[in-house]
């Protein structure tokens, strides 16, 4: 499969805004689902948002109420809504594919293992 692929990243002052893109191949089929992933520098990559197949999200306490996934009728394009950016947001963010099984349970705490893209730079800085 191929992997998924990301755009949309830059840079924004404190309490600006960027919208993230993903395309993933429709050949992962029904039973996977998407989410968003960001490593910053030093730190390990963790779970930003992720969107089952119904629509169901799940959100990392730091980003809720800021941030916001969604996804397109095909459910193979993901986007990331991200508002009033922090100081402690920028990194590299990472759009995945996932089991939806897993994602059901796990929700940002899932490990998509190898299906990550090669992700895009968010900066945040006066």
């Known amino acids: 499969q191929v992997s998924p692929v990301e755009s949309g990243g830059g840079s924004v002052q404190p309490g600006g805004s960027l919208r993230l893109s993903c395309a993933a191949s429709?050949?992962?089929?029904?039973?996977?689902?998407m989410g968003w992933f960001r490593q910053a520098p030093g730190k390990e990559r963790e779970g930003v948002a992720t969107?089952?197949?119904?629509?169901?999200?799940d959100y990392a306490d730091v980003v809720k109420g800021r941030f916001t996934i969604s996804q397109d009728e095909s459910k193979f394009n993901a986007y990331l809504q991200m508002n009033d950016l922090k100081p402690a947001d920028p990194g590299t963010y990472y759009c995945?594919?996932?089991?939806?099984?897993?994602?059901?349970?796990?929700?940002?705490?899932?490990?998509?293992?190898?299906?990550y893209g090669r992700g895009t730079q968010v900066t945040v800085s006066s």
């Open positions: 969107i089952l197949r119904d629509g169901t999200t």
């Open positions: 995945a594919v996932a089991a939806c099984s897993g994602m059901q349970v796990l929700g940002v705490k899932i490990l998509p293992g190898g299906n």
């Open positions: 429709a050949d992962y089929g029904e039973l996977w689902c």
